[in-house]
């Protein structure tokens, strides 16, 4: 039996579902139930009729499936795949800022723990962040922790924004020069980017997106080449939706080390034992729902 066959067959025992997402290595995608971004996937977690989720991510992700689902088992293969940008901001000072700012709405990333979550006042992805901040009756917003995508939504907002100093090292690698070159090469290729990436590339692109909004220009455009700003993973799920296009990921360093963690052999043993669970602890819970709830509502 191969590995793949071994995780189909133990998946089924357990009832248990795989959830992965876009920046999984190829062979987890494939094996996945579901391939998408974190919100899409803590969606599906929340109403799947599977009692195990094998969530294949990186840490926050896992939390965000467990506070939408509380009932269900929440597995990551992995317990150290963690997100760097998450661990820029303790609950400590955002705190800190809330009282520093006490009129300020704190918005933010779904990229933060769930004790994070638990003391802001929205929640956003890189799909919805401008259209929350707009939305939300304050006027005045601190935006935590990622400063690409605060600077990207205070570019489409008139409100006024403090915005936390953390970014994405994975993201962070990218640079205008790749983009630069890339062009030079492939003249007609759109350059389509996350807002993860640092300002100089972001004013670089042509399209700005989350993984998901990615996906969706590419579908629709009548473009032929992309240069892609965001990690590696995404490409194998373009490429595979797209074979008649072609692209080019901006930079051979944007390759996330966590997502690359979770491995087939991980999921196997991961199903075998039922461990390593993320749970996150219920007073956490009810104070982290709120904020994602106030978001799903808009
Ligand atoms: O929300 C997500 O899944 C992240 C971190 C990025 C994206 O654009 O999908």
Known sequence: MTIQEKIQKLKKEKNAIILAHNYQLPEVQDIADFVGDSLELARISAQVKEEVII???????????SILAPDKKVILPDLFAGCPLANTITPREVKELKEKYPNYAVVAYVNTSAEVKAESDYICTSANATFIVEKIPEEKVIFIPDRNLGYYVSKHTKKEIIIWNGFCPTHQRILPQDIIALKEKYKDAKVVVHPECRKEVLDLADKIAS????????????????????????????????????????????????????????????????????KVEESTREKAIKPIERMLSL
């Open 55 to 65: 969530f294949c991510g990186v840490h926050f992700m896992a939390e965000t499936a």
């Open 211 to 278: 993984t998901s909004g990615i996906i969706k220009f590419v579908k629709e455009d009548n473009g032929k080449r992309y240069i892609i700003g965001t990690e590696v993973g995404l490409l194998h799920r373009l490429r595979k939706e797209n074979p008649e296009k072609e692209f080019y990921l901006a930079s051979p360093l944007a390759i996330c080390p966590n997502m690359k963690k979770i491995t087939l052999d991980k999921i196997l043993t991961s199903l075998e034992n039922l461990e390593p669970e993320v």
